[in-house]
């Protein structure tokens, strides 16, 4: 194809990141990251040159949470293979589709994560969902260049008109013929909810706001955080060890909810919709059995306004191999953390989980990937965040508005690194100021991701 791109350079930046408030989840709590920027230099069988960038935070503490290496080390491990994976695809001179190029050289980054871990944490290796939160922001770079060099919307260039092979070259025969243009919007849904997430550390009620909170007009409690930004899709963050307390929890975010609309914001729809994740926390199905079982008992209405369940049990699918067709009978289970290959899907489906739960920290090439499988197989999936902020979030928030999840996307970055967002902000208002439960899209366009890079460049030079 004349549209196959060559990489000509990759330059990769790193800034940290502080929390506003600490983000809990799981076992561990969040205060400071760094982002991964991706500048990618293309050119394509035309012989015609541009730049394309991507950003990812390289999060340990969700890719990586159970080690005997530190944070420390564990976060410099990502570092470096981000690097090294951009230096391995530097010197890679094939042409080729952003698809193509990521799975020809995803080996090549496996074997880069397992040189990288014996020399710098012996003993220890970083899951796959690792290396791809380190490829994520590359891969991204690359497709959003490949769309520029050509001039087209890069979600226009996922078709034969743009790709020399189909899905069958890593899916399987039945993907004879498919191509992700299939499932993919021609053009981005002007709107979609948005999900704000609850963590377990976050205030519910603004009386629990104490004078050591920020006091700089952001919202430090849920219900002010729904009259504000008219919140109705809320993700609860759960421990999976506590059924009390996870019980109440539900509860409680569901009570504020209603409180908020009855007094406030009367124009919120009738009840919210929920979700509800673990983080892996869970022993065994059987505890989020009890739960949903529990609170369906003390209140049934909650228990209704939750759409479905996230990863409540470890990633390894092969540890346990548990059976989730019991649960998945009471809520829709999605799989998150244990979705890094097309094996996991296969297996995740023989187990009995209900749908998949998307990332962009995962890779765009994998994701589209991964969308045709669950469009073709009629399985149900949502579009999570990785409290992506930055131009990041427009990845996320760009691919959920490209196709059919379940409700919106989640998008939390506001929340919680708000200044890492301001000169994207000022560019894509309506991503990062949310009203009434909405995020707004129509600043998405030009070619490529429709970063509008040249315009946010201009916002931090004016900084």
């Not at 799981?26 to 920027?37: K, Q």
């Not at 707004?440 to 946010?456: A, K, W």
């Amino acid at each position: 194809m004349d549209s196959d791109i060559r990489i000509k350079n990759i330059d990769i930046f790193k800034i940290n990141a502080r929390c506003r408030t600490p983000l809990k989840f799981g076992r561990v709590v969040v205060d400071e990251l760094p982002i991964a920027y991706a500048k990618a230099t293309v050119e394509n069988r035309r012989g015609k040159v541009a730049t394309g960038w991507g950003a990812m935070f390289l999060m340990d503490l969700w890719a990586w949470p159970i080690s005997k290496a530190s944070h420390s080390t564990k976060n410099k491990v990502m570092c470096q293979l981000t690097d090294s994976y951009a230096k391995l695809l530097c010197d890679y001179k094939e042409f080729g589709h952003p698809i193509e190029i990521f799975m020809e050289t995803r080996k090549d980054l496996e074997r880069l994560n397992l040189e990288i871990c014996e020399r710098m944490s012996p003993g220890e290796v970083m899951p796959p969902l690792g290396a791809l939160i380190c490829a994520s922001p590359i891969d991204h770079a690359i497709h959003d260049a490949f769309g520029n060099v050509n001039g087209i919307d890069s979600y226009l260039g996922y078709g034969p008109e743009h790709m020399s092979f189909d899905l069958s070259r890593y899916l399987g025969r039945c993907f004879k013929k498919v191509y992700p243009s299939q499932f993919l919007r021609q053009d981005y849904l002007p709107e979609l909810p948005i999900f704000h997430l609850v963590g377990g550390l976050d205030l519910l009620r603004r009386q629990q706001v104490g004078p050591d909170f920020p006091q700089d007009g952001i919202p430090n409690s849920l219900d002010e955080w729904i009259q504000r930004d008219g919140v109705f899709c809320l993700k609860v963050k759960l421990t999976g060890q506590d059924l009390l307390w996870d019980i109440e929890r539900t509860m409680e975010v569901s009570r504020v909810y209603h409180e908020v609309r009855e007094k406030v914001r009367t124009d919120l729809p009738e009840h919210p919709f929920l979700s509800v994740d673990t983080n892996e926390q869970c022993d065994s199905p059987e505890y989020m059995i009890e739960y949903l079982k529990k609170l369906r008992e003390r209140e049934k209405s909650v228990f209704d306004e939750i759409l479905y369940l996230e990863q409540p049990t470890e990633r390894d699918l092969k540890a346990h191999c548990w059976d989730m067709r019991p649960l998945a009978k009471l809520k829709p289970v999605l799989i998150d953390e244990s979705l890094t290959s097309f094996e996991d899907f296969k297996l995740a489906r023989e187990l009995g989980w209900s749908g998949i739960a998307l990332k962009s920290c995962k890779c765009l090439s994998s994701d589209l990937l991964f969308i045709a499988m669950a469009e073709l197989y009629g399985v149900p999936y949502a579009v999570q965040d990785l409290t992506n902020p930055s131009i990041a979030l427009i990845e996320s928030v760009g691919l959920a508005a490209r196709i059919h999840p379940i409700k919106g996307v989640e998008a939390n970055s506001r929340q919680f690194f708000p200044l890492a967002n301001e000169p994207e902000s000022k560019v894509h208002p309506g991503l990062y100021s949310i009203k009434d439960g909405l995020a707004r899209t129509s600043s998405i366009s030009g070619t490529g991701l429709g970063f509008q890079v040249e315009r946010i460049e201009r916002e931090i030079f004016r900084k």
